[in-house]
């Protein structure tokens, strides 16, 4: 877990880190979080003079904002845990707001990351799996079940590798971390090797690692290209821990993506620029728009 005191200019006050503890399952991961913000209001009151006048809290998965529910996580185990009430009852009633994980860290980027001055932006982390979130002047469109922008599960190889959402070839079975991982792992023969692992490989002028390099690139071209069909974005953000690979990434997906286009608007392709405090600025964003909201009824 990553955590924050957050200025309403988007600065980070304080920064923490913490283990979930999901180990010990679901319901020892809701005592951490709330025992992680208890502890940071502790800090705000005794390093700033005040406890935080509102909370913000990002989880992965399936989220209702609008119920405040964290609806379903495989990672963490949860089933429609109450997140919104539990954390503000423990911090003493102050509003608290629940975004996605990923949505969350696209309204980081879009409004003070690399996608300021973007009215309509595409924030798409590449990692061991691949989500979006779709950026709609200011805000981030979560439609109409709260699993908009799910960019990784579109289908770009029918038939090809499975993926965890049960459908076969998805963008996140053949371009994230992990899928990269496993296929230089077989080209390379080292059961251990990983998408860093690659990347360097690449730079480095092995054929093999190009191979796979390549394919990866391909199936993200064919995703996005997909994605900027529909939404009409003018940035592409590509974040997460792929995109630490720099130009070994941008330099042939710009390409491939510029080859795959015909009548759509060819986006700006940028790195995210907030790394990985996008989802505790995010969150802090959903706080502060909270007491906006608020103030203004």
Not at 3 to 20: N, Q, S, V
Not at 93 to 116: F, K, M, N, S, Y
Request: glycine letters at 16%; aromatic letters at 4%.
């Amino acid at each position: 877990m990553k955590a924050a005191l957050a200025g309403a200019d988007g600065t980070l006050l304080y920064e923490a880190r913490r283990p979930t503890g999901r180990e010990h399952g679901p319901e020892a991961v809701v005592e951490a979080v709330l025992g992680f913000a208890a502890e940071l209001r502790d800090i705000g009151k005794t390093r700033f003079g005040s406890t935080a006048a509102a909370a913000g809290v990002a989880v992965p998965g399936i989220v209702d904002e609008a119920a405040g529910l964290a609806v379903y996580s495989a990672n963490l185990g949860w089933r429609n845990v109450p997140m919104r009430a539990l954390l503000s009852a423990h911090l003493g009633g102050v509003p608290v707001a629940l975004g996605h994980d990923v949505r969350t860290g696209g309204l980081a980027e879009g409004r003070i990351g690399a996608g300021q001055g973007a009215g309509r932006f595409l924030f798409v982390p590449l990692g061991t799996g691949i989500a979006g979130a779709i950026g709609i002047e200011g805000r981030i469109e979560t439609g109409a079940h709260g699993s908009a922008g799910e960019i990784g599960h579109i289908v770009v190889r029918p038939g090809g590798p499975p993926c965890g959402c049960g459908q076969r070839g998805c963008l996140e079975a053949l371009a994230s971390a992990a899928a990269i991982g496993r296929d230089w792992a077989a080209a390379c023969g080292d059961p251990e090797a990983g998408a860093a692992d690659a990347a360097k490989a690449v730079a480095s002028g092995d054929p093999r690692a190009a191979a796979v390099w390549q394919n990866a690139v391909d199936a993200l071209a064919d995703g996005l290209v997909t994605g900027l069909t529909l939404l009409d974005p003018q940035t592409l953000i590509i974040g997460g821990g792929l995109a630490e690979a720099g130009d070994t990434l941008f330099v042939p997906l710009r390409e491939a993506v510029r080859r795959r286009v015909t009548f759509q608007r060819l986006p700006s392709i940028v790195p995210a620029a907030l790394g990985d405090a996008a989802g505790c600025l995010g969150a802090g964003l959903l706080a502060w728009d909270l007491l906006s909201t608020e103030v203004s009824a």
